[in-house]
């Protein structure tokens, strides 16, 4: 893994934190790594994964809050 500005990363620990109009969400003490030259955060590709399947998860309960009508799928069983 490499940051775009070329710098060393060093491994360590980070927040996250996603909202929208119907929910905040942070979740904290997330594998990363941070870049020493521009400080910019990186997450590994099975993190991102996860965060972006909880990211759906939350985004679609929240519209089933918001609605009134279920959101559950036959492929959310499988």
Request: net charge neutral; aromatic share 8%; hydrophobic share 30%.
């Amino acid at each position: 893994m490499e940051c775009s500005c070329g710098g060393a990363l060093i491994e360590g620990r980070s927040t996250y934190r996603k909202g929208s109009e119907h929910y905040f969400f942070t979740l904290e003490n997330i594998p990363a790594f941070q870049c020493t030259r521009c400080g910019k955060v990186l997450f590994t590709d099975e993190i991102v994964e996860k965060i972006r399947k909880l990211e759906h998860r939350i985004e679609r309960d929240a519209n089933e809050i918001v609605t009134g009508k279920p959101s559950v799928r036959l492929g959310d069983y499988s």
